[in-house]
C-alpha cells in the first residue's frame, strides 16, 4: 500500500532540509512522489525521520511490571520513536545468545515499533569475564555494552574491546571513574554540599572518557560514548576524532534539559546517572550537539516503580522514562533558538541510525518509511498519569512544554494516532 | 510571633524572628530545668515518638528528658532493631506510625533528605534530629543559645567552625544560622574535610582561621574518618588541627570553646582545654540542649493548634 504525505514540512537532517513539500511512501519504503492509494494532509506540520533512540531500558526479562515491550512500543510509538536500541541491563542481563533471542522475541511478538538489542561486554556486567561477544553478535546484538557498569580492570577490557574490534562491532562505553563515581547521588559542588549528599566531581567523567579513548587508541575498536555531559569532556573528545580514532558521542535529554538545581529538596525523580550537572555544563553540552561535536541525543529511558524512587535520595533508584517526553524536551531546543529541527533530527535519528549501520534517519528514497508526524508549537502540560510507560518517573511532571506527535509510521504502517 | 512552624525540618527555611523566638522560650526553661520541681503541662496528651535511624544515646536522651518535662507521653523507637531490619521502607513506616495520631515525630536517620520525605507522609509535626550530613537543627539552636548567653549576641560574631565539615550536619545548621543572624563564619580543617561551595572563608590552618575569633566550635572527627582516607593519621591530625591553649592563642582573650559531643580527646581537642571551664561551654551546651528542644515542640505543637486538624501545610 502507498501513502502520499502532502502539505508537509519535511525534515530531513541528511540534507538539512526543512521546506513544505511532498513525500510518498511505497512497500514500507520512501519513493519518489507520484500518486499514491492513500492521500494524507499534513496541514503544514512537521514530517521527520522516525526518532532512533539509542539506550532504551526494557526491563524485560526481570522486572516487567516496571516496563514490558508491549508497554515500552507503546510508549515509543506515541513519542514519535521508530526504533528502540534497548541496552541488556536487565535482570539477568543481557549477556548470553539465549537471553538475547528470547528478548528480541518478546520484541517481534508485541511491539509495532523497530527494536534492536545491545548485549554485554562482559558476562553478568560484572567486569571479569568476556560475554560471548561472537555468538552475540550472530544472534543479532548491534552493539556491546555494560551500561552503567564500568569496566575497571583495564586488562579485561583491552581484551574485550580487540575481540569486538575484530568482529567489526561497536562498543557503547560509559565514561566514569569508577573510584570517584562510587556511591554519589550528586555532582560536587555546591548544590551537593548544601544538601550533604555524596558527590562524584564533573572531571570523572573526563577521566572515564581519556581512560576509555587510550583503550580505543590501542585496539582500534569502534566506540560510542553513551553520554556526554560536562564541558570537561569535550575537550577529551574532540581530541579523539581530530586523531582519527572511531569514536562518536551521545548525550541525554535530561542532561541537556536539567541541571542539579531542579533536584531541590531531594526530588528523586531528577536523580539519573551520571547525575544532573551545572548550568555551565548544560550550555556547553546544547552547544556541543547543535555543532555537532556530540552525535546522538537520547532519552536514556529508564523505568523505575514507584517503591525504587520514594525512598531518601541516596538510597532511591537512578533513572528517569523518557520515550515520550524526548520528542517535546528536545524541541525546548530549538524553541530556545539553540539549534534548527534538521540538526535537532541528526542527533535524534539520523546519526545514531549511522553509528549502528542501521537504515533509516533519512527522508531519501529507499529509506525505510519510519517517519513521525508533529506538530511542533501545541502548548501542553505533561501529566505523568497519562504516560503508557508503565513506569511514571519522568522529572517532567507538572512541566509547560511544547511538541505533539500527531502520527507514527513504522515501515509505512501507522502505529500511532493521537 | 512570627508565623507558626508546621515542622522543623532544618535551620534553612526558619527566619531571624522564628530562631529568635525559638532562643527566647528557651531562656524560659533553662530557668525551669533548675528548679527542683521540672514540670510543665506545655505537651499533656500529646503523644511524642522518637524515631532514630541511626544510634544516638545524647541526643535520644535530650529529647527524651525534653518530652517528659513538658508532660508529653514520650515513646522510643529503636529503628535498627525493628521493621527496617525487615525490609519495611521508611515511608511505609511513617504511614504505620500516622496511623496512631502522634502528635510529633522526632526522627534522626543517615540519609540526607529522608526526614523531609518522611515530613511529607504524616500529618503530625516532624523534628528533625540529624539527617545525613544535611542538617541537625536543634543542636545549632542550642549552640546559637549558648553564644548568646556567654556573648549576650548572635551579630557581629566571628565564628571558626574546625574539623571534619565535609561530613557534618552540625556544621551546615550552625553555619547558615550564624550567617542569618549576621555573624561571620569560618571554616577551619584540611581540605579533605572543607568542602566547596558554603558560602563561607574557608581557612586550611588554625592559627589564621582562630585569629581574633570570638567563638571555637570544634567539631567530631569519626572514627572510621580517621586513617589514611581523609587525613593521614591521629596524630598528625591533632598536631595541625587539634585544638589545644596554645591554639586558643590566636583567638580573642574571652573567646569560648565549643563542642557538640561526645568528644575524643587528644584527637580534636585536648583534654585539660575541653574542661578548663574559663573558656570551654561544652557542658552548658548539653544543658542549652533539653531547653532548646522543650521550646522547639512547644512552639511546634502551638503552631499546630492554630489549625484545624489534618490540615498539611
Redesign the interface.
Known sequence: MSILFENARLIDPATGQDSVGRLRVDDGHITDPGPADTTIDCQGFCLAPGIVDLGVKVCEPGERHKESYKSAGLAAAAGGVTTMVTRPDTVPAIDSPETLTFAMRRAADVCAVNVHAMATLTKGRLGREMAEIGFLQDAGAVAFTDCDAVVADTKILGRALSYVQQLGGLVVGHPQDPGLSDGAAATSGAFATVRGLPAVPAMAERMGLDRDLAMVEMTGVAYHADQITTARALAALDRAKANGLDVTAGTSIHHVTLTEDHVEDYRTFFKVKPPLRSEDDRRAIVQALADGRIDTLSSFHTPQDEESKRLPFEEAASGAVGLETLLPAALSLVHGGAMDLPTLFRALSLNPARRLGLPGGSLAPGAPADLVLFDPDIAFTLDRTKLLSKSKNTPFDGSDMRGRVLGTWVAGQRVFTP | MTDSLTHLLGIAPLSPAHITSILDLADRYVDLNRRQVKRSDALAGRTQVNMFFENSTRTLVSFEVAGKRLGADVINMAMQTSSIKKGE???DTALTLNAMHPDLLVVR?P????V??LAQKVNCAVLNAG?????HPTQALLDALTIRRAKGRLDGLTVAICGDIAHS?VA?SNLILLQKMGSTVRLVGPPTLV?????ADVFHDMETGLKDADVVMMLRLQKERMDGGFIPSEREYYHRFGLDADKMTHAKPDAIVMHPAPMNRGVEIDGELADDLTRSVIQEQVEMGVAVRMAAMDLLMQGRAAKPDGVMV
Not at chain 2, 131 to 135: I, K
Not at chain 2, 195 to 199: D, R, V
Open positions: 521502607t521508611l515511608v536517620h540519609h540526607s533528605g529522608a523531609e520525605l539527617d545525613g550530613r544535611h542538617e550536619r551546615r568542602p566547596t561551595g558554603l558560602g
